[in-house]
């Protein structure tokens, strides 16, 4: 038999604070007299289980069938241990308990046993919580290892971090087969040394040390290897101070590229030369990947772009929620009277995200002659990463958001892929760029030579545009509904006598303080354009 929760009869301040502390943790409370069928389930518990008082289970009586098949074996013998009179005095266990609804949820379970004189146990109490989202969390970080390995093993570079002393931590299968191993576990702990002559990992692990002091990468070195037994190679070499989270130095990382054969052509013969100059090239731009790993996204600084009668105002705010972060954005500078303003959110967070932004981000780089482009500019991102992301084996994809503002034509040109719509403001009111299916094309990855199709509107018609991720509208008030376009329209139509940089903190304000909890639970990053007319053009 279960009670739900109740305030005690004895009004006593301790009980009072149980009863908040139990609240406020969200766990919910049982006690069971062993050996007897009945239960006390407290309120939550039952909220959990989804059931009644009087349909509500018995967790610990056999044959413990509300207890997920693969977890019952360990959840009967940990109930086990406790109940034996020389058995520990705590039960923790972690399992899958059946619901009402016929779901499975994941509860943390911990009691406390009650022995008499002789040990034996007569009752035991304790709390239950749900750890669901925990799980799901750890299942989902679990995944993400497992593509960041796929994705770094699959990368026709060597790839490797090293601690403080220079001793490796970390290796790409393309290193461990460099240095003529079978695994790349077999080069955790080991150093140069253990390799290459003194002369050259020496030279090596001074130049990592000044990396760490300086904090200063050091780009395209070429180094020649002598080995132990007497060889020597050349590699085109790229390495970085490797920072944590709190900003201390751990140790260094890199990536290198066989280039034996280049060196020893240009050697051989000078009029080779030519040749091993596009080879390094080739080499520089798939090195590109892993530079821009722990790069900062873009910064406060931004290109002018002015035709004399008007000009262009950007203005960003950027707000990840963890370290390595899947929203950036870039505004390019096209020509003196035009410019580019791409906005992108990779799918998930973490290690695999903030690859994919390195990769767009080189590819961004080759497109930039394309970039008057908005539909040619697009193409070319999706092409290039869906290229990449199928010789990788890695299902992933980045939504995405570009216009061209050209002051001479009059014209703000766009294209979307798969991305929310930018919001423009002018003196026709409020309104939503490419806010229908019919003119977005699919994320970025997912289908190569993919179709994305542009759309134009006057620059008579927008002052601003506002470019946004979809943290923004999928930060939800107390009852679970997500901000959404409708909101965030109305809020950018109340900006109108507001500056660009008064604009964008109101947005963010707006939506902290709608949001539960006041805080977003997703990247959010924002990119603000303003036309402002030149004092001669106006006295005009």
Request: glycine fraction near 8%; proline fraction near 4%.
């Amino acid at each position: 038999m279960s009670h739900p929760d109740g305030a005690s009869g004895s009004g006593s301040d301790e009980a009072e604070r149980l009863v908040l502390a139990l609240r406020a943790s969200n766990e919910g409370i049982w006690d069971w007299w062993i050996g007897k069928p009945d239960i006390y389930y407290s309120r939550r518990i039952l909220e959990f289980l989804e059931c009644g008082i009087s349909n509500a289970p018995n967790l610990f009586l056999e044959p413990h069938e509300n207890i997920h098949p693969e977890d019952r074996e360990r959840f009967a013998l940990a109930l086990k241990n406790v109940l034996h009179p020389a058995g520990p005095e705590l039960l923790a266990i972690d399992c899958r308990v059946k619901t009402g609804s016929d779901h499975w949820r994941w509860l943390r379970v911990r009691g406390t046993v009650v022995r008499s004189r002789e040990g034996h146990a007569k009752r035991i109490a304790g709390s239950m919580i749900d750890i669901s989202l925990r799980k799901q969390a750890e299942a989902q970080i679990e995944e993400e290892r497992h593509l960041l390995r796929m994705l770094i093993d699959h990368v026709p570079l060597q790839v490797y971090f090293k601690d403080r002393q220079s001793r490796f931590v970390l290796a790409n299968r393309q290193m461990a087969d460099w240095m003529g191993l079978q695994d790349p576990s077999e080069l955790t702990g080991k150093h140069d040394r253990d390799f290459f002559a003194q002369e050259h990992w020496q030279q090596a692990a001074e130049d990592e040390q000044q990396i760490m002091e300086s904090r200063e990468a050091v780009n395209e070195k070429v180094e020649k290897e002598t080995w132990r037994g007497g060889d020597d190679t050349w590699v085109l070499t790229s390495k970085f101070p490797w920072v944590d989270s709190n900003g201390e130095v751990r140790g260094t990382f890199g990536v290198s590229s066989d280039v034996t054969e280049l060196v020893t052509a240009k050697q051989e013969a000078t009029d080779l030369a030519a040749e091993l100059q596009v080879r390094n090239q080739a080499y520089e731009e798939e090195l590109q990947l892993a530079r821009e790993i722990q790069q900062a996204l873009a910064g406060s600084t931004f290109p002018e772009v002015c035709d004399g009668a008007s000009a262009l105002s950007f203005g960003a705010r950027y707000l990840p929620i963890s370290g390595m972060a899947g929203d950036f954005f870039e505004v390019l500078r096209i020509s003196n009277d035009k410019a580019g303003m791409l906005i992108c959110d990779v799918m998930g967070h973490g290690v695999r995200s903030a690859l994919v932004v390195a990769m767009l981000r080189g590819l961004l780089e080759k497109q930039r002659r394309s970039a008057g482009d908005p539909t040619a500019f697009l193409t070319g991102l999706n092409n290039g990463l869906a290229a990449i992301l199928e010789r990788a084996g890695a299902t992933m994809f980045a939504t995405a958001f570009y216009a061209v503002v050209d002051l001479s034509a009059g014209t703000l040109t766009y294209a979307c892929a798969g991305h929310p719509g930018a919001v423009a403001t002018g003196p026709g009111g409020v309104r939503q760029l490419a806010a229908t299916r019919k003119e977005k094309g699919p994320g970025l990855g997912l289908i190569a030579k993919a179709e994305y199709p542009s759309g134009t509107v006057s620059l008579t018609e927008v002052t601003r545009l506002l470019m946004f991720t979809d943290g923004i509208l999928e930060a939800e008030n107390h009852e679970g509904e997500p901000f959404l376009e409708k909101r965030l329209m109305e809020t950018a139509a109340e900006c109108s006598k507001e500056s660009l940089e008064g604009m964008l903190d109101l947005v963010l304000s707006r939506v902290l303080q709608y949001s539960d909890g006041h805080h977003f639970d997703d990247d959010v990053c924002l990119l603000g354009m303003e036309l402002v007319r030149q004092p001669s053009a106006v006295s005009g």
